[in-house]
């Protein structure tokens, strides 16, 4: 679950949201990695009209008496809400249209700002949100391949050094 805090109280975010104003804030935690990495990445967030969101929008939303939470709709169901992050495989839901607070409208990354409506943008995380039941396993396979990567640049090619050894 990706919290929401970055110096400005949780209560104000959802104030300035009311107010008709956009946040930019800092998402905290890893649920919605690797679109979202913690301590690099930042989102702009504008108030929304609860109707108007779609499977595939990034939402801000209260669960009850407890965070602020930024999520991916997974499903719409006439007014109910169905939410994951993009790190997890479970479903959570269904969300009341009075816990939504607003909706991702930019990422940050690096400086650059790119669009929630940016249609590569879109399209990869649709692909990512069809995926969802394969999370698990792509998940762990990336693990797995930069752990034999980052092995392989630390202590180079093991199988020619070998090889070179028996030549000689």
Known sequence: ???????????????????????QIKPQGYSMYPVL????????VAPV???MVKRGDVILYRRDESILVLHRIWKRKGNELYLVGDNQKEVEGPLRPDQVRGILTELIRK???ISADNIIYRVLTRIWL?????RPLISHTVARCKRFFLYRRKHGNIVNNTTENKTE
């Open 111 to 113: 400086g650059r700002r």
């Open 1 to 23: 679950m990706s919290e929401t805090d970055s110096g400005i109280n949780k209560m104000d975010i959802e104030e300035l949201l009311i107010q008709g104003k956009t946040v």
């Open 37 to 44: 990495v913690p301590g690099r990445d930042e989102v702009v």
């Open 130 to 134: 069809f995926l969802r039941p394969l």
């Open 49 to 51: 009209n609860p109707d």
